[in-house]
């Protein structure tokens, strides 16, 4: 028997800061941990606007997403799991902290990727500055 692929989605989030960009980071209290907004797809839904929806319900900001960003897979309590990520730039909201995140950090992109908790969260740095540059 095929084992059930654990399907969640997330995004890169982005707003501009003068003429840089800073990307927002979500705490997990139940990890402890900084990392990007995303969470598991309900049945049936499409990934993108999974991670749309994930974005809102942890950061409270509405976003327009763009390009897609390299997948993670892994496997997570035993079963295999694969994350759709895309940049996404805020638009409008406010966060107000919820039971899976207690607190949002918006910083450049170098000091993104070095309050990243996890080694594998920190390529989609690179990958979303190589998708801005290409424009
Ligand atoms: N987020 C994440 N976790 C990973 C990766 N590789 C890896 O071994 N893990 C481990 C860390 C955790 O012990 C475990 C579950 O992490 P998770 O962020 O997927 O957990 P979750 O189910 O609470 O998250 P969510 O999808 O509901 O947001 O997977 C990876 O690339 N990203």
Sequence with gaps: MTEQVVRAAGCVLWRAAGADVELALVHRPKYDDWSWPKGKLKPGEDPLQGA????????????????????ARYVAAGRPKVVHYWEARATVGSFEPNREVDEVLWLPPDAARERLTHEWDRPLVDAFLAVRREG
């Design 52 to 71: 749309v929806r994930e974005v809102l319900e942890e950061t409270g900001m509405h976003c327009v997403p763009g390009a897609a960003l390299p997948t």
